[in-house]
């Protein structure tokens, strides 16, 4: 089993929050629990594909 760990930083990447997820579960499903009842301005994704 693989586990991805989805993070959300400050504009100088220290780290704000933390979710950990299934490694065969969607990102999508990690957004959520980060963002929520959080105050921002802008929202700056990205994405890394590991093969």
Do not use: C, S, Y
Not at 12 to 17: C, P, Q, S, T
Not at 27 to 49: Q, S
């Amino acid at each position: 089993m693989t586990t991805k760990i989805m993070a959300m930083v400050d504009a100088l990447g220290n780290l704000v929050d933390f979710t950990l997820l299934k490694g065969q579960q969607h990102d999508m499903a990690g957004v959520n629990p980060l963002i929520k009842d959080k105050e921002f301005g802008a929202l700056l994704a990205e994405l890394r594909k590991a093969w």
